[in-house]
Nanobody
Framework: QVQLVESGGGLVQAGGSLRLSCAASGSDFRIYTMAWYRQASGKQRELVASITTGGARNYALSVKGRFTISRDNAKNTVYLQMNNLNPEDTAVYYC????????WGKGTLVTVSS
């Protein structure tokens, strides 16, 4: 079983940057594909970015070129660097770990003001 704790959310102006972190514990972090999802108010949860055990990355079209996902297996942590934020990026961001089972963090709120 994996426990995931997100941090780094907050309020930022449009055009600004934030870096989200997700610390994992309880299992071998290296075996999990890690991902960030987000859910805006009144909308479905959507995939933002993912990174496999081998480091292959995948991004939603809406964030490609602005967001970067990375992982540090030594620190059991996955990051989401978010640049050039816009109000449409406002959402609760969730960390996800996937292998034979899927695990979720509780989320961190990102608010982008115009």
């Amino acid at each position: 079983q994996v426990q995931l704790v997100e941090s780094g959310g907050g309020l930022v102006q449009a055009g600004g940057s934030l870096r989200l972190s997700c610390a994992a514990s309880g299992s071998d972090f290296r075996i999990y594909t890690m991902a960030w999802y987000r859910q805006a108010s009144g909308k479905q949860r959507e995939l933002v970015a993912s990174i496999t055990t081998g480091g292959a990355r995948n991004y939603a079209l809406s964030v490609k070129g602005r967001f970067t996902i990375s992982r540090d297996n030594a620190k059991n942590t996955v990051y989401l660097q978010m640049n050039n934020l816009n109000p449409e990026d406002t959402a609760v961001y969730y960390c996800n770990a996937g292998h034979s089972m899927t695990y979720w963090g509780k989320g961190t709120l990102v608010t982008v003001s115009s």
